[in-house]
T-cell receptor, first 115, second 111 residues
Framework: KAGVTQTPRYLIKTRGQQVTLSCSPI?????VSWYQQTPGQGLQFLFE???????NKGNFPGRFSGRQFSNSRSEMNVSTLELGDSALYLC??????????????FGEGSRLTVL | GESVGLHLPTLSVQEGDNSIINCAYS??????FIWYKQESGKGPQFIID?????DKRQGQRVTVLLNKTVKHLSLQIAATQPGDSAVYFC??????????FGTGTQLKVEL
């Protein structure tokens, strides 16, 4: 069974640009959540999607957005990139609501560097 | 909101010894308390969870203890192996799949 797949794995952007990251959850998983990981702030929750609807959102500015497609695949977008957006962006999947014991399956992340 | 911290940024143990990683939290309303492991270059991997109405849970070579009185969570790893070297995060659930994580403890296993 394939794990959570994130693309691209690495990317470099410049300030002011925008970026789109993609996540394919484990087959059968319908909930996808996104996390940002930085050395200073650690792992921080961005948002969660289920059935193409955003169910939960973290404390990030509106430049961070996401969506989920009918096949459960998800994308997140960051517009007007800032240096501080440099981070590892992690996608995690789970079966869906009602299974929120805290067990999520994470991908290996997309490493974004903003110059 | 939730706040989760870890007591030590780094922990070094000898191979074969037991490891204890500690964590403190501030929000008592969380349903589950969790531990994740992250190896270099990989995403976090779920280790074990404990429901808020329990005080101890055992897995394979791991035991999680929850002390709600002092808001303290710990992960014990028995017979620590080189493959256990990683960063360990404690966390709490906060509705849906929103997890709040601590800052992490780097576990180094010395041969």
């Amino acid at each position: 069974k394939a794990g959570v797949t994130q693309t691209p794995r690495y990317l470099i952007k410049t300030r002011g640009q925008q970026v789109t990251l993609s996540c394919s959850p484990i087959s059968g998983h319908r909930s996808v959540s996104w996390y940002q990981q930085t050395p200073g702030q650690g792992l921080q929750f961005l948002f969660e999607y289920f059935s193409e609807t955003q169910r939960n959102k973290g404390n990030f500015p509106g430049r961070f957005s996401g969506r989920q497609f009918s096949n459960s695949r998800s994308e997140m977008n960051v517009s007007t990139l800032e240096l501080g957006d440099s981070a590892l962006y992690l996608c995690a999947s789970s079966l869906g609501p009602g299974t929120n014991t805290g067990e999520l399956f994470f991908g290996e992340g997309s490493r974004l560097t903003v110059l | 909101g939730e706040s989760v911290g870890l007591h030590l940024p780094t922990l070094s143990v000898q191979e074969g010894d037991n490891s204890i990683i500690n964590c403190a939290y501030s929000n008592s309303a969380s349903d589950y308390f969790i531990w994740y492991k992250q190896e270099s270059g990989k995403g976090p991997q779920f280790i074990i969870d404990i429901r808020s109405n329990m005080d101890k849970r055992q897995g394979q070579r791991v035991t999680v203890l929850l002390n709600k009185t002092v808001k303290h969570l710990s992960l014990q790893i028995a017979a620590t192996q080189p493959g256990d070297s990683a960063v360990y995060f404690c966390g709490v659930t906060g509705g849906g799949n929103k997890l709040t994580f601590g800052t992490g403890t780097q576990l180094k296993v010395e041969l």
